[in-house]
């Protein structure tokens, strides 16, 4: 399973809004805190890729005697556990790092002789 993409919001109204435009997408919110929601897309694969599976079931399942079949089940679970993941989260304010000015030692100029 490949790990989430990370998106970071700057509010609860932004989060929202993001998860509502996800949901529109075909996402379902799989887990939810206080400010991070993570979502899921809902796939059992796509037509194309179920029909070829069927195509190459019934093939290999005629030279298999019925072992071809599993293919189709196996593409469809492989779809719906490998579909892409998003993890929303609220940005917290990075404080800013203070620049770091090495003191350097007075350096009085010697008069040249």
């Known amino acids: 399973m490949v790990s989430p993409r990370i998106r970071e919001v700057q509010d609860k109204q932004e989060m929202q809004r993001v998860v509502d435009d996800f949901m529109t997408q075909g996402y379902t919110i799989k887990d939810q805190g206080m400010d991070t929601t993570l979502m899921k897309k809902k796939s059992w694969g796509s037509a194309a890729g179920i029909i070829v599976s069927i195509i190459l079931g019934i093939i290999v399942a005629i030279f298999t005697v019925g072992i071809g079949l599993v293919i189709i089940?196996?593409?469809?679970?492989?779809?719906?556990?490998?579909a892409p993941e998003v993890?929303?989260?609220?940005a917290r304010a990075q404080p800013q790092a203070q620049s770091q000015v090495l003191?350097?030692?007075?350096?009085?100029?010697?008069?040249?002789r």
Request: hydrophobic share 45%.
């Open 87 to 90: 993890l929303l989260r609220i």
């Open 103 to 112: 003191a350097e030692p007075d350096v009085v100029a010697q008069p040249q």
């Open 73 to 82: 089940p196996a593409y469809i679970i492989y779809a719906h556990y490998s």
